[in-house]
């Protein structure tokens, strides 16, 4: 069974930055296209970055160009979410998620495109 764990959310004032890191458990993580999402109170999930499977091709969404960016260690199964810039507006659930093997150099954005997903972390930026 596949679990993604996250970490390294928390409180941080508006223009400091935080690490986010999801770590894949199984032996296949190296096939997966992975990407970060973030829900806010009353609002959908969102798609806020991914890395293909080969590490290749990234995406971001509009609002975090620039300020995040995106990497993938598959000697450690792991996807870093590195987060620069941070405005109030970033507050959110942040979540991994997987997409099983496709071999696509391509990011998907919508949430049915992905497989596994992990629990969260709280990111929350004061201004």
């Known amino acids: 069974q596949v679990q993604l764990v996250e970490s390294g959310g928390g409180l941080v004032q508006a223009g400091g930055s935080l690490r986010l890191s999801c770590v894949v458990s199984?032996?296949?993580?190296?096939?997966?296209?992975m990407g970060w999402f973030r829900q806010a109170p009353g609002e959908e999930r969102d798609f806020v970055a991914g890395?293909?499977?080969?590490?290749?091709?990234?995406g971001y969404t509009d609002s975090v160009m620039g300020r995040f960016t995106v990497s993938r260690d598959n000697a450690k199964n792991t996807v870093i979410l590195q987060m620069n810039s941070l405005k109030p507006e970033d507050t959110a659930v942040y979540y991994c998620?997987?997409?099983?093997?496709?071999?696509?150099?391509?990011?998907?954005?919508?949430?049915?495109?992905?497989?596994?997903w992990g629990q969260g972390t709280q990111v929350t930026v004061s201004s």
């Open positions: 890395i293909t499977w080969s590490g290749a091709s990234t």
């Open positions: 998620a997987a997409q099983r093997s496709s071999r696509r150099e391509y990011v998907p954005e919508s949430v049915v495109e992905y497989d596994y």
């Open positions: 199984g032996r296949s993580f190296g096939d997966y296209t």
